[in-house]
């Protein structure tokens, strides 16, 4: 499979990963600052099992990744400059459609 060489992500699972709108705002949250699971879930209104399923696919494709801390699993970007540019672009293409 053809690799996005700058950032090294499979572009079949990156559009795979961001193609679901709480995916999406679950790399939102962590633009902002890193985040335990339980604050995810407060945050975007979601169940554990479903935020769990989230997560998984966005740690396959290489966006987050997590510390533990104690009992709790702290997630954060792991190519912070990466999904920025991502998210920016898909926010910039979503306003220019809507002129």
């Not at 572009?11 to 335990?36: F, M, W, Y």
């Not at 975007?44 to 989230?54: D, G, I, P, Q």
């Not at 987050?64 to 954060?76: A, F, G, Q």
Request: with cysteine; glycine share 4%.
């Amino acid at each position: 499979m053809t690799k996005y060489s700058k950032w090294s992500f499979n572009l079949s699972e990156l559009t795979k990963a961001i193609g679901h709108p709480v995916r999406i705002q679950i790399l939102h949250e962590l633009t902002v600052d890193s985040c335990i699971v339980s604050e995810l879930m407060s945050k975007l209104e979601v169940e554990a099992s479903l935020l769990s399923k989230h997560l998984a696919v966005l740690r396959e494709a290489g966006l987050i990744e997590c510390d533990v801390e104690w009992r709790c699993r702290r997630y954060h970007l792991k190519k912070p400059q990466a999904v920025s540019a991502i998210l920016e672009a898909l926010t910039s293409t979503l306003d220019g459609s809507r002129k």
